[in-house]
């Protein structure tokens, strides 16, 4: 197993890793971990309280990041008609129907969210295999396949910064907050609007605890473990 470096090593020093931290605590100590020269991203991972091959237990959904995820997003929409005028005016950067379906199944997948309107997923259902891997198919269920008079409204929620989060085999939930050159505040709004998410995702199939243990870290630094009553419990003002 490789050693992590130096730079992590201190970090790990200067953490009370015995300590379950509010969240205000660890996004502050997630800050001042994240010593490293490029601009890190901050992550959350929760291990739920779910069984992830029971039907009745899975949790998937979209959270509107209120401070965006510090980089710019690229959108894509396979639309046609006046679908495809609104998205074209409503600022997508990409926006096409079987020119974009060719483009891609050659291979090009130069953007970050792909949307399409229900009239246009029996062309790209052919692109599974190359969009499902990359975590880029539009679904219903994470609001990326939508009607023409949604279509400018869920575009300028992609622009601004939105997340998907979904229950993985293994019953934990990955998903970016932000990053690490971020106040503290928006750091925190993000993360409350994430929590805020999720806890509105519970299925009705879930049992017991549902969130059983929370970390917040960035992508050089060590996990900071999160007290899962006061994370829960975060609210937007």
């Known amino acids: 197993m490789k050693e992590h470096g130096k730079r992590y090593q201190t970090a790990v020093k200067e953490l009370d890793k015995t300590k379950a ?4 605590e660890a996004v502050e100590a997630v800050k001042k971990a994240a010593t490293t020269k490029f601009d890190e991203t901050v992550e959350l991972h929760l291990r739920m309280g779910l069984d992830p091959r029971n039907s009745a237990q899975q ?13 710019q997003v690229r959108v894509l929409v396979f639309a046609q008609g006046e679908a495809a005028r609104i998205a074209e005016t409503s600022g997508a950067d990409f926006v096409g129907a079987d020119d974009l379906v060719k483009k891609i199944e050659e291979g090009w997948t130069e953007f970050d969210i792909a949307i399409a309107t229900p009239d246009m997923m029996s062309k790209v259902g052919k692109l ?11 679904n219903p269920k994470s609001g990326t396949v939508v009607p023409t008079g949604d279509l400018a409204r869920v575009l300028q929620d992609a622009r601004k910064g939105r997340v998907e989060f979904k ?3 293994t ?12 106040e503290k505040e928006k750091l925190l709004g993000n993360l409350t609007a994430i929590v805020e998410a999720i806890v ?19 992508s050089m630094g ?16």
């Open 200 to 218: 509105k995702a519970r299925p009705s199939g879930a049992k017991g605890q549902y969130i059983r243990t929370a970390y917040l870290t960035s």
């Open 21 to 24: 931290f509010t969240p205000e």
């Open 59 to 71: 949790v998937r959904g979209v959270a509107l990041l209120p401070y965006g995820l510090g980089k």
């Open 222 to 237: 060590p996990s900071i473990k999160l007290d899962v009553k006061t994370t829960q419990e975060l609210t937007a003002s």
């Open 167 to 169: 229950l993985d085999r």
């Open 128 to 138: 599974g295999r190359v969009l499902g891997r990359k975590g880029l198919m539009p």
């Open 171 to 182: 019953a934990i939930i990955h998903t970016v907050v932000g990053k690490a050159s971020f």
